[in-house]
């Protein structure tokens, strides 16, 4: 196709304000799904199809479109990728389009994630195409929003197209808008092929399954091709485009949006942000931003039942076919038993890749307090990489260098007291702060990384009422006075709650540990004590009294069947705890202890 012809953009939106529904309305009014085989959320449903192994997942879709002038361009709607937190992959897809749909529902106005997407787009220089979404739905507001959408990014109200996804009004105008607003692709033909992978993912049947935006030459199908930040070389089995169903081509040009088929088995080799090129006559320079995924936060997870660790590893391996940033290695904890440590981009990553654990493999897991990656420099000059608290050396430290992060805060002007606070009981250092428009306001923080890993967006969103929102980048490392804080049971440190924490916060988590595994742990038939300690200085301690524990003086008379009940009830009991040293803890005190709440 000419690059004249070719639109790629995508559409930013906030969950649930329509942008499913308006892929729909996209997908039925350029004919590539006739009206009798419509049904809703074509590509949702696709996604699921794929899960099941049958169909490759739309990640974009070529959509061909006769504009006013009478030629038939072809608009790429490129979907930004499931996990949609990770600013890093978004720019990514966003820096394969020339454009951005900016989708708010009329009734509800612009949200701060959205907002956040907004000036990733800005930043990659899309044009942004301003759209009011449910115009049809009585509590549409659309010029008090039309009004807020302008005054962010800068445009005249009217030029703020309101459409209705569900019925299709200004659908067809919206298309004519992107033809007309956003520039098409531009790239040397002739050159070298250069194409960057906005998204890859892992197919049960055809390996995987890597989608990429050629910026400069071609293509083509017989050609080996080139990963240009390892150099590996790859055989090219397919190369398609999306229309709704996959569709094979004999090759992507400049400007092009498409799919590529290599036989790889895993998306590490195939990363987002790589540049592909031709085997035998490649390009000598990437294209910008290819970054390495580096994992910044660690879990341990360990399976609930012992008998579970092969289907935890299984898991794992399986969604690491699709997810080339989680890193693992086997782990064994005094407490928990066998396990896996595990490295995640940030805490969301860690969430989703639980939840997906515990709800796709049905395996019931405890995660320990997740920490960040820490460098320390013995006195006698040698350093260790620390990315678990247990690991900590013991002997004279000189120093400790933790991870910093430079921290974007959006918000309404209201709360920025709040977040000050917040940040500066965080360890944050103030870098600057701009007023976006009269009540929002954007605040830059630098952030050691441990402080936000924790429980800072509930802390945040609790104070700014869900209105706030953080993006966050790596910065370096610094130095900070850190210790790690034991503690123990009867005089035995349990590994799962050791921790590294900023001196002045080390007495305080003592306390709160302890009480609360007072509260935790069951009286036991000698008196346990709880303690906190740096080293071998004990900073907090908690009692657990004695009791004697008899469950038949319940039973008087000689109910034998009763007797019997009881005694293999305490006996279920006891599979549930576990042992450390000598005092029984229930697996529910590890999982409550554990818990970020
Ligand atoms: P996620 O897939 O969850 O991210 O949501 P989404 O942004 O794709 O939104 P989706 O298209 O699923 O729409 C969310 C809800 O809004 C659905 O119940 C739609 O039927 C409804 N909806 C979408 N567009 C319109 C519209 O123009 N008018 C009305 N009344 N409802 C709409």
Do not use: W
């Given at each position: 196709t000419d690059p004249a012809l070719i639109r790629n953009f995508c559409i930013i939106a906030h969950i649930d304000h329509g942008k499913s529904t308006l892929a729909d309305r996209m997908l039925q009014l350029t004919g590539v799904v006739e009206d009798r085989q419509m049904r809703a959320q074509y590509l949702d449903r696709m996604d699921i199809e794929r899960e099941r192994g049958i169909t490759i997942k739309s990640q974009a879709v070529r959509l061909p479109f006769t504009a006013l002038d009478d030629e038939t361009y072809v608009l790429n709607l490129i979907d930004t990728p499931g996990h949609v937190d990770f600013s890093y992959e978004v720019s990514r897809s966003l820096a394969a389009c020339e454009g951005a749909i900016l989708l708010v529902d009329a009734a509800q106005g612009i949200e701060a994630q959205t907002l956040a997407n907004l000036y990733l787009a800005l930043e990659n220089d899309l044009a942004i195409i301003p759209v009011l979404n449910k115009i049809d739905l009585p509590a549409a507001q659309p010029e008090k929003y039309?009004?807020?959408?302008?005054?962010?990014?800068?445009?005249?109200?009217?030029?703020?197209?309101?459409?209705?996804?569900?019925?299709?009004?200004?659908?067809?105008?919206?298309?004519?808008?992107?033809?007309?607003?956003?520039?098409?692709?531009?790239?040397?033909?002739?050159?070298?092929?250069?194409?960057?992978?906005?998204?890859?993912?892992?197919?049960?049947?055809?390996?995987?399954?890597?989608?990429?935006?050629?910026?400069?030459?071609?293509?083509?199908?017989?050609?080996?091709?080139?990963?240009?930040?390892?150099?590996?070389?790859?055989?090219?089995?397919?190369?398609?485009?999306?229309?709704?169903?996959?569709?094979?081509?004999?090759?992507?040009?400049?400007?092009?949006?498409?799919?590529?088929?290599?036989?790889?088995?895993?998306?590490?080799?195939?990363?987002?942000?790589?540049?592909?090129?031709?085997?035998?006559?490649?390009?000598?320079?990437?294209?910008?931003?290819?970054?390495?995924?580096?994992?910044?936060?660690?879990?341990?997870?360990?399976?609930?039942?012992?008998?579970?660790?092969?289907?935890?590893?299984?898991?794992?391996?399986?969604?690491?076919?699709?997810?080339?940033?989680?890193?693992?290695?086997?782990?064994?904890?005094a407490a928990l038993g066998f396990g896996f440590r595990c490295g995640f981009l940030g805490l969301l990553h860690l969430e989703i890749t639980r939840a997906r654990l515990e709800r796709e493999f049905n395996l019931d897991l405890i995660s320990t307090a997740p920490n960040v990656v820490y460098q320390v420099i013995m006195e006698d000059g040698t350093e260790h990489t620390v990315t678990n608290p247990s690991e900590f050396p013991e002997g004279k430290i000189d120093t400790v260098h933790e991870p910093m992060v430079k921290g974007t805060l959006l918000a309404p002007s209201d709360f920025v007291g709040p977040i000050m606070e917040l940040c500066q009981g965080r360890r944050g250092v103030l870098q600057g702060m701009d007023y976006l428009s009269e009540d929002r306001v954007e605040m830059r923080y630098t952030l050691p990384l441990a402080e936000i890993v924790f429980d800072f967006f509930d802390q945040l969103k609790s104070r700014t009422k869900g209105y706030a929102s953080l993006d966050y980048e790596p910065s370096g490392d610094q130095a900070a006075d850190l210790v790690k804080v034991d503690i123990l049971l009867q005089g035995e440190a349990v590994d799962a709650f050791s921790a590294i924490v900023h001196r002045d916060k080390a007495y305080s988590y003592g306390v709160e540990m302890t009480k609360k595994l007072r509260e935790l742990i069951p009286r036991q038939h000698y008196e346990v004590p709880i303690q906190a300690a740096i080293g071998s200085r004990v900073i907090a301690r908690e009692n657990i009294r004695a009791i004697r524990k008899d469950v038949l003086s319940k039973c008087y008379g000689g109910d034998i069947s009763r007797k019997r009940k009881l005694l293999e009830k305490q006996k279920e009991g006891k599979k549930r705890m576990k042992m450390v040293g000598r005092v029984e803890v229930p697996q529910e005190a590890f999982i409550t202890a554990l818990s970020t709440e």
């Open positions: 039309a009004a807020e959408l302008a005054n962010i990014i800068g445009c005249e109200p009217d030029e703020v197209l309101k459409v209705s996804a569900k019925t299709g009004v200004g659908v067809e105008e919206l298309l004519n808008e992107i033809v007309g607003k956003v520039p098409p692709p531009v790239g040397e033909a002739d050159a070298p092929a250069r194409a960057m992978i906005f998204d890859s993912v892992y197919d049960t049947y055809r390996g995987v399954v890597t989608y990429v935006r050629v910026v400069d030459g071609r293509l083509g199908t017989r050609e080996r091709i080139a990963m240009m930040s390892t150099g590996a070389t790859h055989e090219m089995l397919e190369v398609g485009v999306i229309s709704p169903e996959p569709t094979k081509v004999e090759g992507l040009g400049v400007g092009e949006v498409g799919y590529l088929i290599t036989g790889v088995k895993d998306v590490r080799q195939s990363r987002v942000g790589d540049t592909v090129t031709s085997a035998t006559k490649g390009a000598s320079e990437m294209l910008a931003g290819y970054r390495d995924p580096k994992p910044m936060v660690f879990s341990g997870l360990y399976p609930i039942e012992g008998t579970d660790y092969p289907v935890l590893r299984d898991a794992l391996e399986k969604l690491q076919l699709n997810d080339a940033a989680l890193v693992f290695e086997p782990e064994t904890s």
